[in-house]
């Protein structure tokens, strides 16, 4: 075999072997949940937000609003919704799915006179990149 044939031949063979080893990114699964209060005002407006960055895929978001938990399956992204809750009601949100390279996020601003009560959780996969938060 003459020296440009093998030369060839090992510059494909290198650029084949060079392809297999790119990294294959599986999506992680996602469950994101605030933190839980419990209202003990007359009344709370709280709004709850779901967002998200990059590849994802939410297959469910829940809140609570004045009659209990509300699930939203497969909710549209931005999600944004304001409810008024009364006594001993639940302040909670949550998400289900998944991430191959960005974010699913989900968080709740409770506000009443003299109160303000934050929550939120993120979930975040991002591999060999800089990460951008919602």
Request: aromatic content about 8%; hydrophobic content about 30%.
């Given at each position: 075999m003459n020296a440009g044939r093998f030369l060839v031949l090992c510059c494909l063979a290198l650029g084949i072997l060079s392809c297999a080893d790119e990294p294959v990114i599986a999506p992680m699964d996602c469950r994101v949940k605030t933190a839980l209060h419990i209202n003990t005002l007359d009344q709370l407006v709280v709004t709850?937000?779901?967002?998200?960055?990059?590849?994802?895929?939410?297959s469910q978001w829940f809140y609570?609003?004045?009659?209990?938990k509300v699930i939203?399956?497969?909710?549209?992204?931005?999600?944004?919704i304001t409810v008024a809750l009364g006594p001993e009601d639940s302040v909670l949100a949550g998400a289900t799915g998944t991430v191959k390279a960005g974010s699913i996020r989900v968080s709740y601003r409770a506000v009443a006179p003299d109160t303000v009560i934050t929550a939120s959780d993120i979930c975040i996969q991002n591999l060999n990149a800089t990460p951008v938060l919602p």
């Open positions: 709850y937000e779901l967002s998200s960055t990059g590849e994802h895929a939410v609570y609003g004045p009659d209990g939203v399956l497969s909710p549209e992204l931005p999600a944004t």
